[in-house]
């Protein structure tokens, strides 16, 4: 008896000890048509003439691409100083004359930024957005933020199917007919405020390996029905994400058919996914289980943002800052 004992007792610390993948393994994921962005060719890169201020308004992902890579340094929630995963887009940022101010989680403006929540809050708080110095502080005076820059992060990736045109703005079912519905639907909340630029980042894609957990959390889901991510539907979704994308970014898509220039579309999903290698991420971090992607992929990212931000700067015919 006392030897069953202390072989179940041996079997469960080295269970306990093992990790295993949760789901089925890495996810392939081929890419469909990928299709080209915005051409801001013809502006040239150069820094404004003047300071403009800018609101990024995020969660992990943005606050990791602004951070400095280092050491996890926290100044607010999701609002680094450095990351390990930083990409250093704020100091790319700064040294180009751009005032950088961040919303993220804990903050009424920053909460809330899944795909379904952009259409409430600009409608809802857009003087607010426009006047947040960081998180929920205000500029003591008539200042405003001339640039915001707004993103999701990768579970809104994980869309649930096709849907039906021409899709709910409200959802809440995160089909690529709702997603087209809801950013359609804010366009004419950003028309209102032509003198302010309007960057729509798209949400990074989803790791293709699933994450390891403990070989007991393992049993114990299977046990009890909860398998995990399945490499099929991680694969179906990046197809998913990648029809949505190319809707977003292309001129004959979002935007085909709104004439003010003062929102345009960063491809982040696509840089991360290797501008097509797969529909899922290139640069996931923790050996590509974790969707937060590397300091190599967020630093990547960094240096497109920053010329691109020029040149829509550019395009608005920006004028220098005045308030």
């Known amino acids: 008896m006392k030897k069953r004992v202390l072989a179940g007792m041996v079997v469960a610390a080295a269970a306990g000890a093992m990790l295993v993948p949760i789901g089925s393994g890495s996810a392939e994921s081929k890419p469909k048509e990928v299709v080209p962005t915005m051409d801001l060719s013809a502006f040239p890169a150069t820094r404004p003439d003047a300071p403009l201020r800018m609101l990024f308004i995020h969660h992990s992902c943005g606050g990791q691409l602004l951070a400095a890579p280092g050491a996890s340094k926290e100044r607010d929630d999701c609002i680094y100083v450095s990351h390990p995963n930083g990409g250093g887009l704020k100091s790319l940022l700064e040294e180009q004359g751009y005032e950088v101010h961040e919303a993220s989680y804990g903050s009424d403006i920053g909460n809330d930024t899944d795909m379904f929540h952009w259409l409430p809050k600009f409608t809802g708080k857009m003087d607010k957005i426009l006047r947040v110095a960081h998180q929920d502080e205000l500029y003591p005076d008539d200042r405003r933020n001339q640039i915001i820059a707004f993103k999701s992060c990768f579970p809104n990736n994980e869309f649930t199917g096709e849907g039906a045109a021409p899709g709910n703005p ?7 007919w709702n997603a087209k519905a809801t950013l359609t639907a804010v366009l004419p909340e950003l028309e209102k405020h032509p003198e302010t630029l309007f960057v729509y980042v798209t949400a990074p894609p989803n790791a293709p390996k699933a994450p390891k957990v403990r070989l007991w959390k393992w049993i ?28 977003a970014v292309s001129p004959e898509g979002w935007l085909k058919d709104y004439k003010q220039k003062n929102v345009v579309v960063f491809d982040y999903y696509g840089i991360l996914t290797d501008r097509g290698r797969s529909n899922l991420s290139a640069y996931g971090s923790n050996d590509g289980t974790d969707s937060h992607p590397t300091s190599e992929g967020n630093r990547r990212a960094a240096a497109e943002f920053v010329p691109m931000l020029n040149r829509a700067v550019r395009r608005l015919g920006r004028s220098p800052l005045t308030q």
């Open 170 to 176: 409200a959802g809440p079912d995160l089909t690529v």
């Open 220 to 247: 114990a889901r299977r046990v009890l029905g909860r398998g995990g991510a399945d490499a099929d539907r991680v694969a179906h979704q990046g197809e998913l994400a990648r029809e949505f994308n190319n809707w």
